[in-house]
């Protein structure tokens, strides 16, 4: 069991505070008088030197406690948190990052140059008062007058220190019968506007602050700032830390996700023969380990999903950065960071969601200049949002910057050969022209992006994740990428069906509805296959056709509807058998990639059958309903 | 030219089609009695099939149609080897079947040559030996590079 090298463990821990230190730096920005985030930085700053110097980390140690020293002028009030020193700080944060990962490695030179900008910085800066407001609640114990204190006094040293206002808090008093001159049953709030630090304050109270409840606090100045950014300070950041959890190793999480996936193999195994047994005890407690299986199964999986606001954390710092880079004004705001995914797929989704953030601040959001010559405020925003869509996650990327420019990508397309002169592409088809390998309208390429080889990667790393990525835009207004992806990877309900001698599974998030396939219809050549689905064209495939099947054709042959967005496609099988409760099975590299399929699983008689891949199959039937338009 | 290490090779013999074929026995993990088999369309010939290990999901590959024989229909001396192919992260489980599996055995060093480039009926790319023992002739087959 891992725990017990010292090593190991204050790298985890070491991890946990970093990110929460990242966190901090920058909710201070925005919010940069929020006493409680000083605290917080500076509380993390130093368990890292201390639990370093006591793992063996010295030179983690000692450059924190330089960091340490320079941050405590900002904790006393003597400085004030700039962006420049937030952005400082973060770079020292790094730093610490690359002490801890690479103790030996690491050149201190970066770190030096660091400390050296550091104390420039806060030199100066120690000499400018600046006037803040604070919050003060004062509860003094009960004999603090019997002792000798006098609180109208202490009322009195504040005010010296600033114009005030005092509320006295009377819930304490007691009725009269119960009433004693000498105990002091009355508190105060205070609010005390003054440009003494902190600690002027903290000496008011000096005799009597071990036996009271004094509380300081300065008032939020994000209230006053419009600022979108306000929005992430104003989140209490306990709010995750409050919730009961344990660290699980995530090979524990995935060995015990295998052996339900097993016991439900199993299950349904005993589920096939308790259902041919006429013994009734065999079936109730079939029946009771069918209850127990799934519930099972719910709670493993409900046990790897994750907040996506795990992951929307790790954008902020790289939003910052990123508008520092290129000289504009990003905010990013998220929402529905709550909303839980399987933790595989937060994994997958970094990448591509680092790279489509990239986009929408290096290709969307304009500069200040641009915006404000477009009558659009100087800062740009960035919105996350992620959502539970029946079985699917909807997590969509927007930006308010220039929108996507058609006539330049029409353009582009017909440069490419990829658009027919002349031809009148759908918004759809246009917008998916971004996703050619190599396709980009950028004038120039940045360091960032630009060179056309990101977004079909991105669409990749989506439909391996069996999802699927839309892309809406408004010239001028904005552009707004939507991904859909299942909820879980592991374990989904299917739909079995039988084509000739083989049996498949089809998702059945994807299947619409099953109808018979008249015979009329089937007698037809293939370049009609189409059927009439309350008034609309549908296409069909014959999976027959497409596995070619050598057995008999069946007389009544079913047609199983399959979607996803806007796609529709009729599967033509032999025989719908049933729901079936599919634990997914990886194909080995030898399989994966066949398009058609996107797993296995094994049935209840113990058989392998293959998992249908819809979306393979939808651009199939699509790429027929275009040759059919094509043709007519 | 002779095989440089010392230490004699430890191999799982087998039968197909009235030859001897070999596999180092590290890379079998076990030995089944033929089950159902699920096909696979749109799969390469010579691995077309899936079969269900323990609740694992594993291709089947007949060697026959990679080495360039005929396909046969199988016996009642038929089984299913399961043998490790490919290195590290690219490791994976195939089924392999075989006309009859004889014996796990040791090969002399100095009874195993390299492949000669003429005179060899099979494809001479998956093989990494061709071992020597009594009068038999042994086709040690290199797994990795038949699965690569």
């Keep these: ?632 | 030219m002779a095989v440089a290490n010392a230490e004699p090779l430890c191999v799982l013999t087998f039968d197909l089609q009235g030859e001897i074929f070999a596999i180092e026995a590290t890379r079998v993990r076990e030995i089944l009695d033929p089950g159902p088999v699920t096909e696979v369309p749109g799969a390469a010939d010579f691995v077309d099939r899936l079969i269900n290990v323990r609740g694992r999901v594993v291709p089947l590959a007949d060697l026959r149609l990679r080495l360039g024989m005929e396909p046969r229909p199988p016996t009642v001396d038929s089984r299913f080897v399961v043998v490790e192919a490919g290195d590290g992260p690219d490791a994976i489980a195939v089924g392999v079947c075989a006309d009859k599996v004889y014996e796990v055995t040791e090969l002399n060093a100095s009874a195993l040559e390299e492949t000669p480039r003429i005179g060899v009926r099979w494809r001479p790319e998956y093989i990494r030996w061709i071992g020597k023992r009594g009068a038999d002739f042994i086709v040690v087959l290199d797994i990795d590079r038949i699965f690569a």
């Design chain 1, 1 to 632: 069991m891992s725990g017990s090298d010292p090593t190991h463990t204050y790298r985890q821990e070491a991890a946990d505070l970093l990110e929460q230190l990242e966190s901090d730096l920058l909710s201070l920005e925005g919010a940069p008088g929020n006493q409680d985030l000083v605290d917080g930085i500076f509380r993390a700053l130093h368990t890292i030197k201390g639990s370093g110097a006591m793992c063996g980390f010295e030179r983690v140690a000692a450059f924190t406690h330089h960091l340490e020293t320079a941050f405590d002028t900002v904790r006393k009030g003597h400085a004030v948190a700039t962006p420049e020193l937030i952005a400082l700080t973060l770079a020292a944060r790094d730093h610490i990052g690359h002490l801890i990962e690479q103790p030996d490695t690491t050149n201190d030179a970066a770190g030096i140059a660091i400390l050296a900008e550091l104390s420039g910085l806060l030199m100066p800066a120690a000499a400018a008062p600046v006037a803040t407001t604070w919050r003060l609640r004062i509860r003094l114990p009960r004999d603090a007058m019997a002792t000798g204190t006098n609180p109208l006094l202490l009322l009195d040293e504040l005010r010296e220190l600033g114009p005030c206002t005092i509320v006295a808090d009377t819930d304490a008093i007691p009725p009269l019968e119960e009433l004693k001159p000498t105990d002091c049953y009355v508190g105060w709030d205070v609010t005390l506007t003054t440009d003494r630090p902190r600690s002027a304050i903290e000496q008011v109270f000096l005799f009597v602050q071990d036996d009271s409840e004094i509380q300081i606090a300065p008032l939020d100045e994000a209230v006053a700032s419009a600022a979108p950014a306000a929005a992430p300070a104003a989140t209490p950041r306990g709010e995750v830390r409050a919730i009961d959890s344990i660290r699980v190793s995530a090979t524990c999480l995935d060995a015990l996700m295998d052996r339900v996936g097993e016991l439900v193999i199993a299950q349904s195994r005993l589920k096939q023969i308790a259902s041919a047994s006429s013994d009734m005890q065999v079936k109730s407690a079939a029946e009771d380990i069918e209850r127990l299986a799934l519930e099972l199964r719910d709670t493993t999986m409900g046990a790897r999903m994750v907040p996506i606001g795990q992951l929307f954390g790790r954008f902020r710092r790289l939003v910052h950065d990123l508008a520092r880079d290129l000289n504009k004004e990003i905010a990013v705001v998220f929402s529905g960071e709550e909303t839980e995914l399987d933790k595989t797929l937060i994994e997958h989704l970094a990448d591509p969601l680092i790279h489509l953030i990239r986009n929408c601040a290096d290709h969307g959001i304009e500069s200040p200049e641009q915006r404000a010559a477009a009558g659009k405020p100087a800062q740009g925003r960035i919105t996350l949002a992620a959502r539970h869509l029946g079985h699917e996650v909807l997590i969509s990327i927007s930006d308010d910057g220039r929108g996507l420019d058609r006539a330049r990508i029409r353009q582009r397309g017909e440069e490419q050969g990829l658009l027919a002169a002349g031809a009148t592409p759908s918004e759809a088809e246009l917008f998916g022209l971004l996703f050619q390998p190599g396709f980009s309208t950028a004038r120039e390429v940045s360091s960032l992006s630009g060179r056309g080889v990101g977004l079909d990667v991105v669409r990749r790393a989506i439909m391996g994740l069996r999802g699927s990525i839309d892309i809406a835009s408004k010239a001028g207004h904005g552009t707004e990428i939507t991904l859909r992806l299942p909820l879980t990877l592991a374990i989904i309900d299917g739909l079995l069906v039988r084509v000739g001698g083989g049996r498949y599974v089809i998702p059945l998030s994807a299947v619409e509805e099953c109808v018979e396939l008249d015979a009329a219809e089937d007698a037809r050549t293939r370049g009609r296959s189409f059927l009439n689905i309350r008034g609309s064209l549908v296409p069909y495939l014959r999976l027959r056709e497409i596995f070619a099947t050598k057995a008999p054709l069946d007389p009544y042959q079913k047609v199983v509807i399959v979607s996803a967005g806007d796609l529709r496609v009729g599967l033509v099988v032999d025989q719908v058998i049933g729901n079936h409760q599919t634990v997914i099975k990886s194909l080995s590299r030898l399989h994966a990639s066949l398009g058609t399929f996107s797993g296995a699983t094994i049935l209840g008689d113990g058989t392998v059958a293959l998992i249908l891949e819809v979306s393979h199959l939808l651009a199939v039937g699509q790429g027929r309903e275009e040759r059919f338009k094509a043709a007519s």
